[in-house]
């Protein structure tokens, strides 16, 4: 955030070019006149409102809020990676008050049920697995992080959202859970489907892809948020990075099943799970 091309230094440019003093700023913004510092500073980051107020003070052209909203991406994905992470409950706040605030999502998940979608008991498995793997961790940390994923899932039926996720019949098959919670997991996702502001497509095996399948990502409103087990990036609406996330969402769909079609496949699959909450130590042998 402090690098010399970073956003503090950026925002202290536009405010000296405006000639105002950081108490000037502060004062117009009606803020604590501390808090100018603390931002020029990297003592604290400033929220997107934040940013587009100070803009406005400062006199920011178009071409330079764009660049501010670009290195906000920045600084927020450095953010993430030197924290770790890993579906930590803070991560998992700000996934929450992001989703909050968007009309369109686009969800892929090549082998995993994507966040939105997923029940209790699959996504403790997700939640514990990646807190565990990444240090030191509560149970109730854990129990805030799914928590925050259940009031994710819970938007889908605000139907003045719109929401599209796709996932790879691999999702549907790989057991993360027992055979009864992977049931249960796999229905919710077929009800789920069956919502007027819901697209569930499924990109089945035996197909030819257009697109080589890397990292799950999540377009909220055109910014696009890209994930590996412990780093995160977001790419602004109009950079060349989120056009090639959004080029390759419209390719994959292109290939996958959807609509009744793909909760015949989920249907599916769920009929060929074993009975009983083990998982057999011989399934699939011949």
């Known amino acids: 955030m402090v690098s010399p091309q970073g956003l503090s230094t950026h925002l202290r440019q536009?405010?000296?070019?405006?000639?105002?003093?950081?108490?000037?700023?502060?004062?117009?913004?009606?803020?604590g006149e501390y808090k100018v510092s603390k931002i020029e500073n990297g003592r604290q980051m400033p929220t997107h409102e934040e940013i587009m107020a100070w803009a406005d003070k400062c006199g920011v052209d178009a071409?330079?809020?764009?660049?501010?909203?670009?290195?906000?991406?920045?600084?927020?994905?450095?953010?993430?990676?030197?924290?770790?992470?890993?579906?930590?409950?803070?991560?998992?706040?700000?996934?929450?008050?992001l989703a909050?605030?968007?009309i369109d999502t686009f969800g892929f998940e090549a082998d995993l049920i994507p966040g939105h979608l997923q029940i209790v008991g699959y996504a403790r498995r997700v939640c514990t697995e990646l807190m565990e793997r990444s240090g030191d961790t509560t149970e109730p940390e854990i129990e805030d992080a799914i928590s925050q994923?259940?009031?994710r899932a819970a938007l889908i039926y605000d139907t003045s959202r719109n929401y599209r996720f796709?996932?790879?019949e691999a999702a549907l098959r790989y057991w993360y859970v027992e055979p009864d919670v992977m049931r249960a997991q796999l229905a919710h996702v077929a009800v789920v489907a069956d919502l007027p502001n819901v697209q569930i497509g499924v990109v089945p095996f035996g197909v030819e892809l257009p697109v080589i399948l890397l990292n799950s990502f999540t377009i909220f409103d055109g910014l696009v948020a890209v994930?590996?087990?412990?780093?995160e990036a977001r790419y602004h609406p109009?950079?060349?990075?989120?056009?090639?996330?959004?080029?390759?969402?419209?390719?994959?769909?292109?290939?996958?099943?959807?609509?009744?079609?793909?909760?015949?496949?989920?249907?599916?699959?769920?009929?060929?799970?074993?009975?009983g909450e083990q998982i057999p130590l011989d399934w699939g042998e011949s």
Do not use: C
């Not at 989120?242 to 009929?271: M, S, T």
């Open 149 to 151: 994923r259940m009031e």
């Open 14 to 31: 536009a405010r000296v070019r405006a000639g105002l003093t950081g108490r000037a700023l502060a004062a117009q913004l009606g803020w």
């Open 100 to 102: 909050k605030e968007t």
């Open 227 to 231: 994930e590996t087990r412990t780093t």
């Open 238 to 275: 109009d950079s060349d990075e989120a056009i090639v996330y959004r080029n390759a969402a419209e390719d994959l769909w292109n290939q996958a099943v959807v609509g009744p079609d793909a909760i015949k496949l989920i249907q599916q699959v769920v009929a060929e799970l074993p009975q």
């Open 166 to 168: 796709l996932v790879g």
């Open 63 to 97: 071409d330079g809020l764009f660049k501010l909203e670009e290195l906000q991406m920045q600084a927020l994905a450095q953010h993430f990676a030197w924290a770790n992470r890993a579906n930590t409950p803070a991560v998992q706040h700000d996934y929450t008050n």
